[in-house]
């Protein structure tokens, strides 16, 4: 793996990761294209740390809310705490169980494609939603709605099935406004991917740092770039590419503007469904 690659993975990562059109799908499709196989689920997993990264800085105030309402200093906050720890539950469960699966899928582009296209139509049904009816706003998020959009966040989010989209849109299907929706969503993702980066991304960054044999279902393609450095460039260029997209996806949850997003899913859908049974 050379320096171009990297970069190019991290941008990918970066830019799709908050947008709602699968960054799994598109990161997966740019290591084939790229490389010719799909890279292990611990690389994508530090990748997503620059996301990580990306959303703190973003969210930094709002997450300030959140920890001071931990410790019992603002109300508001402790409740909308509450309510991502409630939402983490059945993330993990379906998360864990579904890991398998998840990474068997990285091999075939066709799932991707199908999920894309799943994910075209929620998004095309919550921006009808979000024009129809007036929602909550997010300081009215209910046990209910966490575990709504905890659950499909489980299920979704190595798949195809685009993080952001799936969840926003769900929250939306709750009974959530649009914009309060995609609040949820965002600081939802820094637990989710924090404890995800941990788990899997340490799996290869653990015996890097410690200068220990990287397990097989760990290791990255040889090339230009020392493991380390390419981890390293990966997670920074996510990083900053992460953080345009956050505010791009922002300003078009003000207001529903959400078709343009499952128009594209529906495109890229059909060329990963017609990749994938070409044998790509």
Avoid at 95 to 117: D, P, S
Wanted: hydrophobic content about 50%; proline content about 5%.
């Amino acid at each position: 793996m050379n320096l171009l690659q990297v970069i190019l993975l991290g941008l990918v990562q970066g830019l799709t990761e908050f947008l709602p059109v699968s960054s799994t799908a598109h990161l997966t499709l740019a290591e084939n294209l790229m490389l010719g196989r799909s890279m292990p689920l611990a690389f994508d997993m530090l990748l997503h740390a620059g996301t990580l990264v990306a959303l703190i800085i973003y969210f930094r105030k709002e997450l300030g809310h959140v920890l001071l309402g931990c410790v019992g200093r603002d109300k508001e906050g402790g409740k909308l705490a509450l309510m991502l720890f409630v939402a983490m539950i059945p993330t993990g469960i379906l998360g864990m169980a579904t890991r398998g699966t998840k990474e068997v899928a990285k091999n075939h582009l066709w799932i991707y494609g199908l999920c894309l296209w799943f994910t075209a139509v929620i998004l095309f049904l919550a921006n009808r939603m979000a024009k129809s009816r007036v929602g909550r706003p997010v300081t009215e998020v209910t046990w209910k709605d966490a575990v709504w959009v905890g659950g499909i966040q489980g299920i979704g989010g190595g798949f195809g099935l685009s993080r952001s989209g799936s969840t926003i849109a769900m929250g939306v299907f709750s009974g959530l406004e649009l914009p309060a929706s995609a609040r949820f969503s965002f600081l939802l993702g820094i637990p989710t991917i924090l404890a995800a980066s941990i788990v899997e991304g340490g799996k290869l960054l653990k015996p890097l740092l410690l200068h220990q044999p990287v397990p097989t279902n760990a290791m990255i393609p040889p090339g230009g770039l020392q493991p380390l450095t390419a981890c390293f460039v990966g997670v920074v260029v996510a990083a900053v590419a992460g953080y345009a997209a956050i505010g791009l996806l922002d300003r078009f949850t003000r207001k529903p503007k959400l078709n343009g997003f499952a128009y594209y899913c529906l495109a890229a859908g059909l060329v990963m469904v017609v990749l994938g049974f070409r044998g790509v």
